[in-house]
């Protein structure tokens, strides 16, 4: 399927329209309930995951939909198919925080060749298609650059944990406090922060949209040991990553050996 810019724009109004839904959701209780504790699932990922399949389903006929919400996740996949996440950053949409995003990619033979990522209450989308740069509101991003800054993000008020020993090993206290891993990854890409690390179980939907952002304005993303981020097999991978502005800074990562 050869699908054009034009093409790609209802996605960008399918997920703004559940942003909306997302935040009139926020008060409203049966939409918080809880279904799984350990998961923190709740009623609005189930009904944001139904909203946005049938959409997409609707917008490309054939295209199978796989969804973070889905009972199950089989290894092998289509050849082509939409990943998404209805919700990325449910425990920040349920306790009244922004950082909450919903997120969707299109993948072709292993890769994202199309990104959203869109934040509601930040007001702000962010897109790509493979070969046509990268996009926030629809205005075109500027290419990444070298520079001496070093800024990185995670969801805790003050760097903790790896970030926290990156940090002083590369003698840097800028850090920012924000919500998903899409959200944080795309934070990147727009210049907003430098890097973003960490080294828990990752799962595919929660990369995928930010990889084909971050790829169009010359950032990166690979697993914690430098590995290429691959998007085969298990969903979920546990050795961490390194979501960066250009590939000298994630190889300086790398080499910190932590």
């Not at 998961?39 to 939909?65: C, I, M, N, W, Y």
């Not at 990752?202 to 995928?208: E, F, H, P, S, T």
Request: charged share 25%.
């Amino acid at each position: 399927m050869k699908l054009t810019s034009k093409e790609f724009k209802p996605v960008l109004d399918l997920l703004a329209d559940i942003g909306t839904k997302l935040i009139a959701w926020q008060d409203d209780l049966a939409h918080r309930k809880i279904h799984s504790k350990k998961d923190f699932k709740t009623e609005a990922d189930r009904q944001a995951h139904q909203f946005l399949k049938k959409g997409l389903s609707s917008l490309f006929p054939g295209v199978p939909v796989i969804s973070e919400e889905d009972i199950s996740h089989a290894d092998k996949r289509p050849e082509e198919y939409w990943l998404i996440d209805p919700i990325d950053g449910t425990a920040s949409w349920y306790n009244g925080f922004d950082g909450f995003v919903s997120q969707a990619a299109l993948m072709v033979n292993g890769r994202p060749i199309f990104g959203v990522i869109h934040s509601p209450r930040m007001g702000a989308t962010w897109s790509a298609e493979i070969g046509r740069g990268a996009f926030l509101n629809e205005v075109l991003l500027q290419k990444l650059r070298k520079h001496d800054r070093l800024k990185f993000v995670d969801n805790t008020p003050f760097a903790h944990g790896i970030t926290k020993e990156i940090m002083n090993h590369l003698d840097t206290n800028l850090y920012l406090e924000c919500g998903s891993i899409g959200l944080k990854s795309v934070l990147v890409a727009d210049g907003t922060v430098d890097a973003f690390v960490k080294d828990v179980l990752v799962r595919d939907w929660d990369l995928a949209p930010a990889d084909i952002i971050l790829s169009e304005v010359g950032g990166s993303i690979c697993l914690l040991n430098g590995e290429k981020y691959l998007y085969s097999g298990s969903y979920e991978k546990e050795n961490g990553f390194i979501v960066s502005r250009d590939s000298s800074l994630m190889m300086k990562i790398v080499s910190l050996q932590i």
